[in-house]
């Protein structure tokens, strides 16, 4: 019982992840990068969210998981709890994903595995929003989806799933469907998904500008970008 209330107190933060040995990823940045350079840099992307999650854990009252596609796949993440997403389309696993955590949590955040520039002021203005009872946050993502999602209860089923994700409008009507439960979000500043080749040229291009001071993030991608330079030394040609 008194861990049940210690959880209560805590933020759930899930990642969504996929088991790169059983499924594919980063399929449209593999087609220019080839298979094993998008898998070596998703697995990268979750490792610095990972590092990120560890730090303010430590410090705020949060509960990293990790959110897994495949069930043979659970035994496969480590360090923080693992949850199945569960069957269906996205819009059902969410929903899956959020019956299970609200169970232990008052408050939950959704993170993707492919958005390693996140920053830890970004979660942690996240989870101190909703404590001090903002209904929902959004980080918008330029493609017109979204980076993250905290929320303060449950939504119900059809909010998850008359959404139309991979969509441009994907943000708009998630939020039209929020209001339609009474939930008025706040955004955060936009920032990108890394989907494709065009979005991992920017991510290297602001290493050294916007997120030079981001240690975590720089020490698993300044390696990635020097080991792939050849990847880069035309990237105009590989952007058509």
């Not at 959020?98 to 232990?104: I, R, V």
């Not at 017109?144 to 008359?162: D, N």
């Not at 698993?220 to 590989?238: G, I, P, W």
Request: one cysteine or more; hydrophobic letters at 40%.
């Amino acid at each position: 019982m008194v861990q049940k209330k210690m959880l209560k107190k805590q933020t759930a933060v899930a990642v969504f992840v996929k088991t790169p040995s059983i499924s594919e990823v980063k399929t449209r940045l593999a087609k220019v990068i080839g298979q094993s350079r998008a898998i070596d840099f998703y697995l990268r992307s979750v490792r610095v969210i990972q590092k990120k999650l560890q730090f303010l854990e430590a410090s705020l009252d949060i509960k990293p998981y990790w959110a897994v596609a495949e069930p043979e796949g659970l035994s496969s993440w480590e360090t923080f709890p693992a949850v199945l997403q569960g069957n269906g389309g996205l819009g059902e696993r969410l929903f899956q994903v959020q019956e299970m955590l609200f169970k232990d949590h008052d408050r939950v955040i959704f993170i993707g595995g492919d958005c390693p520039q996140i920053q830890t002021r970004q979660i942690e203005k996240a989870h101190e929003s909703l404590r001090s009872g903002t209904d929902a946050i959004f980080i918008p993502a330029e493609d017109g989806g979204y980076a993250l999602f905290g929320f303060t209860r449950p939504l119900l089923k059809e909010t998850w799933t008359e959404v139309r994700y991979s969509s441009d409008k994907t943000l708009k009507e998630f939020t039209q469907a929020l209001r339609k439960e009474d939930l008025d979000p706040i955004f955060f500043t936009q920032t990108f998904d890394i989907d494709d080749f065009k979005s991992l040229v920017q991510l290297k291009e602001k290493l050294d500008t916007e997120y030079a001071k981001d240690e975590i993030l720089r020490d698993q991608m300044d390696s990635y970008f020097s080991d792939a330079s050849e990847l880069f030394s035309n990237s105009n040609s590989r952007l058509h």
